[in-house]
């Protein structure tokens, strides 16, 4: 069940995330700056993929013993950051990915679940209402 | 040695710094979040699902400083820098700033992300408004984060070759400090008060207004020391300074740099705990939340008096001595 309810969370915000970073493409792609729109389609997918990861990783993460919590931890992040790597250096490599953009896209999840903590809050005083 | 082996060796080091720096920050935001998790699933198992859920979306918030650090390291390694006798200067100074303006951020978005996973065991039909106020919490402990970023971008794609060597590289090293160390404090300061909300927020949901609405206030009040750090930081970057061969000058800029970053610290961490407290004991009597909030305006006001000596004095190391 729980399993269930973090790949849940994930194509909630991953697909959010994706669908948001393509719609920006295609209007990057239509004023003319595809170096920028492949920029943040590349940050965002491996964003994706490192949150992907980090869901997978996260019962690792609770293991019973300090030691095997640690090692853990640090082995995903280190994995993880690896990966995040990648699509730095071949903005900075390459001329066909923008690096700003690369770097806005790599924050994307992140921002998808901000966004959606800041909108969810504006409900807050009807809930009060509600259950008083 | 050649210019360009020190250049390459400042790449390294500042590059080694920026993410080895970066790193301790988040992971032991993250590896409290998870320690916090555990404790809740053990309290209550059949929450284990949401308690993941909140468990992964505070680490992900934790973990963007760290990214930051990565994104300046990744920077420093593999794009090229100028061959100016400043450019191992800027590059070691950049690392200095992201490394070290990233560790208050994890650490600060942890505590939240870690309450709201306890706070879901206890009262889970609150887990919403729990994991939105952990959200904007964590978030909010990252922007002095984002001020060291902006920074160590500024450091290094600003032209100072017309910059007198010395001593610009001491004010160069000195912004790096200033915004880098800066950013620790007030970071973890924030995250003690979002901390406390989550906490107040599960206790009593009825409060959760009043609880947020503190939270906010006293994490601006709190960030203080940290704009401190970065007028400083900017002060030392964009002012020209004469070319001098005496080295007092250049410590007096060096100086600046350490006395704002190291002087924010401590005014941070005291500030957060005001408002942490000040908040948790709203959540339990918000009808006097009006004295509460001035008592916690006042303490902080008063933890805030040695951030401002320390900016003082790093003004009268630029502009007088």
């Known amino acids: ?132 | 040695m050649e210019l360009e082996t020190w250049i390459r060796m400042a790449a390294i080091s500042g590059a080694a710094l920026s993410m080895g720096l970066g790193a301790i920050g988040a992971a032991v935001g993250e590896g409290y979040t998870a320690a916090c998790a555990n404790e809740a699933i053990s309290r209550s198992p059949e929450r284990s699902g949401e308690i993941f859920k909140s468990m992964l979306m505070g680490e992900a918030i934790a973990e963007t400083s760290a990214i930051f650090a990565l994104l300046i390291a990744m920077m420093l390694l593999f794009t090229g820098s100028g061959a100016d006798p400043i450019t191992p200067y800027v590059l070691l100074s950049a690392g200095l700033c992201m490394g070290f303006g990233a560790i208050g951020a994890g650490i600060g978005s942890g505590l939240p992300a870690g309450a709201c996973c306890l706070g879901i065991s206890r009262q889970p039909e609150v887990s919403d408004r729990l994991t939105t106020n952990m959200l904007i919490g964590a978030s909010i402990s990252q922007t002095t984060a984002i001020y060291a970023l902006a920074v160590a971008l500024m450091i290094m794609f600003l032209n100072l070759s017309a910059s007198p060597v010395n001593p610009t590289w001491a004010a160069i090293i000195g912004a790096g400090l200033a915004v880098g160390l800066a950013a620790i404090g007030p970071a973890i300061g924030e995250g003690r008060a979002a901390q406390t909300a989550c906490e107040g927020i599960a206790r009593k949901p009825q409060a959760a207004v009043q609880i947020t609405s503190l939270m906010l206030l006293g994490m601006a009040v709190t960030e203080s020391t940290g704009v401190y750090g970065l007028l400083v930081s900017i002060i030392l970057v964009f002012k020209s300074f004469p070319e001098t061969m005496a080295l007092a000058p250049a410590m007096s800029l060096l100086g600046a740099g350490l006395c704002m970053g190291l002087g924010a610290i401590g005014p941070g961490i005291g500030e957060g705990f005001a408002a942490g407290e000040a908040i948790k004991w709203v959540g339990r009597n918000e009808a006097h939340a009006g004295v509460l909030t001035r008592t916690m305006l006042v303490g902080q006001a008063v933890s805030e008096s040695t951030g401002i000596y320390a900016l003082v004095v790093a003004f009268v190391m630029i502009f007088v001595v």
């Open chain 1, 1 to 132: 069940m729980a399993t269930a309810q973090i790949r849940e969370i994930q194509k909630k915000y991953c697909s959010r995330a994706l669908m948001l970073a393509i719609i920006a493409f295609f209007g990057l792609y239509l004023a003319g700056q595809v170096a920028m729109g492949k920029g943040l389609l590349l940050g965002t997918l491996f964003s994706v993929v490192n949150f992907v990861l980090m869901g997978e990783t996260l019962p690792t993460r609770l293991a019973p013993t300090k030691r095997r919590r640690i090692t853990a931890a640090l082995g995903s992040m280190g994995m993880r950051f690896a990966l995040m790597a990648v699509p730095i250096v071949l903005a900075i490599r390459l001329d066909t990915y923008n690096l700003a953009t690369v770097m806005i896209g790599l924050f994307s999840v992140q921002g998808v679940l901000l966004a959606d903590g800041v909108l969810r809050r504006r409900t807050w005083p009807e809930q009060f209402s509600e259950s008083e």
